[in-house]
């Protein structure tokens, strides 16, 4: 049997349970040392190794994760009853730990689809783009007619996906709300995944075709020197319902549409590439007392690699990086990027204290059974996704990622907004860590299930490709890294993930737009 209790750092005076503990019986750490169990403490919760004082900090990660708010024994479990988020930010850290470079990696290879813009694919597929919740069935309807049987002559198209959400009008023109989907709309339709794409609109929205065409330049599809059937570039083909005459006719023309553009989009090959083109998005969700000890710092680990290749890894959900802002600003390649990050949280801050709310109202539920107490705790588990590398770049919500290396995206928590600005932000990779059993997927980007625990990867086999929990009963976390990243290369280069065997991915598109409905 491992240790039933895990010190993450060598300063932390609480500890984690790797099985449910009972009382009278004794904990034990790896090294040997011994604790009594003076209450029930479910796996994965915190059990105090040391006296902490009422208004002590309980320290976890080797940072407090908020102040007692009672005097706590050796032995008692730590959680909602006894402790409180509360911290502070040091301003003086900022850009004082920048890291030292990796050692570049230069051989390490996939198989995508280039682009002749030079970014590189790891799916080819068509998108049906619905630039308002009016055209949101219409799309669905011209996806739905191709199908397996119906794609068959056209191997090397991954799928037609219907790209619909509730927006696109009842907006101020050029608002806060309009310029968010307008940047989701425009990154899925230049997305390296998505070869080609139709654009649907019904003809009186805010958010008309026209102007996302002259703001993004969404006119021609590019498909470069390996098209083998006719031009190189294409004009986009566009539509709406009220110009067509109604559903039936709309529907009718796109799939017309969709027909002409295959034979193109199949023309395409995979061919060798860097991976360096890689930009990887990570998230979390359903996050347990074990994501930051095993999944989190393994993808970490995966992160770290792929920027020694010259890649792109993105932090996101800001929310979930509240309390952990001091691992980043320290790690921050420039004053200026480091306030920008504390520029994110400050507008967090206001955003939800406009409807009596804060940002510590997260972890949910299901995190507060898992083990997790306070958002310092969950942000500072979640950032380990980030590893130990620099922090160079801060993005707004699917804001285009130009920048190599690490970055931080500003995303909501809520998972599926979350991953949709990743993935409109150019993410061609998604790698997503769970506790609870999140079960995920997002089309044109394959996501990578990584289970926390060995419970949660044996109960939900058919959706977690990677298992994690080893790490707990002595795999080195590096091990598992380096297996996520391996299988990143694979799946870049076509392996489907569990999600993609199941079908996920074409509800969870989901556009965050922040602004009032008019």
Not at 32 to 39: K, V
Not at 161 to 189: N, P, Q, Y
Request: hydrophobic share 40%.
């Amino acid at each position: 049997m491992p240790p039933s209790l895990i010190r993450i750092h060598a300063s932390d005076n609480c500890a984690v349970a790797t099985r449910p503990l009972i009382p009278g019986h004794v904990g034990e750490l790896a090294t040997g040392e011994t604790f009594p169990i003076l209450q029930p403490v479910p796996a994965g919760h915190k059990l105090a190794i040391d006296d902490i004082p009422e208004g002590g900090s309980v320290i976890k990660y080797g940072w407090p994760i908020g102040r007692a708010t009672q005097i706590i024994s050796v032995g008692q479990h730590i959680h909602s009853h006894n402790l409180t988020c509360e911290y502070q930010i040091d301003l003086k850290s900022i850009a004082s730990k920048v890291p030292a470079p990796f050692e570049p990696v230069a051989n390490r290879t996939f198989q995508g689809f280039r682009r002749p813009n030079g970014t590189v694919g790891t799916r080819n597929y068509i998108g049906v783009i619905s630039t308002v919740n009016c055209s949101a069935s219409v799309c669905r309807f011209v996806a739905q007619r191709f199908g397996p049987d119906q794609l068959r002559e056209f191997p090397n198209v991954d799928g037609v996906v219907a790209f619909r959400h509730e927006g696109g009008c009842a907006m101020s023109l050029h608002g806060m709300k309009h310029r968010m989907l307008s940047r989701v709309l425009a990154g899925i339709a230049k997305h390296p995944n998505i070869a080609a794409y139709v654009l649907i609109g019904l003809g009186c929205e805010q958010s008309t075709i026209a102007g996302l065409q002259s703001e993004h330049g969404l006119y021609q599809i590019d498909l470069g020197r390996n098209l083998r059937q006719g031009t190189e570039s294409l004009t986009v083909p566009t539509m709406t319902i009220q110009e067509c005459g109604g559903t039936a006719a709309t529907v009718e023309r796109a799939v017309e549409a969709v027909r002409k553009l295959l034979p193109a989009v199949n023309a395409l090959r995979r061919e060798t590439c860097s991976a360096s083109h890689l930009i990887l998005g990570t998230n979390c969700g359903g996050s347990d007392g074990y994501s930051g000890i095993t999944a989190n710092p393994a993808v970490g680990v995966a992160v770290e690699r792929l920027v020694a290749c010259g890649g792109t890894g993105i932090l996101a959900e800001t929310t979930e990086l509240h309390g952990a802002e001091q691992l980043l600003i320290s790690r921050a390649r420039s004053q200026a990027v480091a306030e920008k990050l504390l520029e994110r949280m400050e507008w967090w801050k206001w955003y939800v204290g406009l409807f009596d709310e804060v940002l510590d109202g997260n972890p949910s539920i299901g995190n507060k059974a898992g083990g997790l107490t306070t958002i310092i705790e969950k942000s500072l588990g979640a950032a380990a996704k980030g590893g130990s590398t620099t922090l160079e770049a801060v993005y707004e919500y699917a804001e285009p990622v130009t920048a190599k290396g690490l970055v931080v995206m500003d995303t909501p928590g809520y998972d599926p907004a979350s991953v949709t600005g990743l993935v409109a932000g150019g993410a061609n990779l998604i790698v997503f860590t769970t506790g609870r059993g999140s079960c995920f997927g997002c089309k044109p980007v394959p996501s990578l299930k990584v289970a926390t625990n060995s419970d949660t990867f044996e109960k939900l086999k058919s959706d977690m490709d990677i298992d994690a929990g080893p790490i707990v009963t002595g795999v080195p976390v590096e091990t598992i890294g380096d297996q996520i990243f391996e299988r990143l290369l694979e799946v870049a280069s076509g392996d489907k993930t569990k999600s993609e065997f199941l079908g996920y991915g074409d509800e969870e598109f989901v556009p965050w737009t922040v602004g009032p409905t008019l």
